[in-house]
Nanobody
Framework: QVQLVESGGGSVQAGGSLRLSCTASGDNFSRLCLGWFRQAPGKEREGVAHIYTSGTYYADSAKGRFTISQDNTRNTLYLQMNSLKPEDTAMYYC??????????????????WGQGTQVTVSS
C-alpha cells in the first residue's frame, strides 16, 4: 500500500506554468512506476505522463509542454507544466504501482491514488 499526497495545483492564466508534486510513503519509491492523470468535469480520466522501467511516456496533449520527473531522495514525483492552456483545466491525480517491466501501466493497473489537486487555466 502506498500513500500519495499531491500539491501544487492552482489557478493560472493561459501560457503560465505550474509544478505539481506528489509525495509517497509506504513502499520503496524507487521500485514504483508512477503516473499523472487528470479528469475534467464530464470527461473520462486520462493519462498525462508516466515513468516506467524503460523511461517516460507522455500523452500527445502533454508532449513538449509537460515534464514528469521523480526525486527518490524525497520520495516525490513531479509534473512540470508549461505553456498551460484552458483545456488543461482538470483535477490532477498521481498514481503509483509496482512496475510491469518494459511498458507504462494502464489506468486500471494503478492501485494507489492520491486525492487530487485542482488545476485551473483561464484564457
Amino acid at each position: 500500500q502506498v500513500q500519495l499526497v499531491e500539491s501544487g495545483g492552482g489557478s493560472v492564466q493561459a501560457g503560465g506554468s505550474l509544478r505539481l508534486s506528489c509525495t509517497a510513503s509506504g513502499d520503496n519509491f524507487s521500485r514504483l512506476c508512477l503516473g499523472w492523470f487528470r479528469q475534467a468535469p464530464g470527461k473520462e480520466r486520462e493519462g498525462v505522463a508516466h515513468i516506467y522501467t524503460s523511461g517516460t511516456y507522455y500523452a500527445d496533449s502533454a508532449k513538449g509542454r509537460f515534464t514528469i520527473s521523480q526525486d527518490n531522495t524525497r520520495n516525490t514525483l513531479y509534473l512540470q507544466m508549461n505553456s498551460l492552456k484552458p483545456e488543461d483545466t482538470a483535477m490532477y491525480y498521481c498514481a503509483a504501482q509496482r512496475c510491469v517491466a518494459g511498458r507504462p501501466l494502464q489506468s486500471y493497473e494503478y492501485k494507489n491514488w492520491g486525492q487530487g489537486t485542482q488545476v485551473t487555466v483561464s484564457s
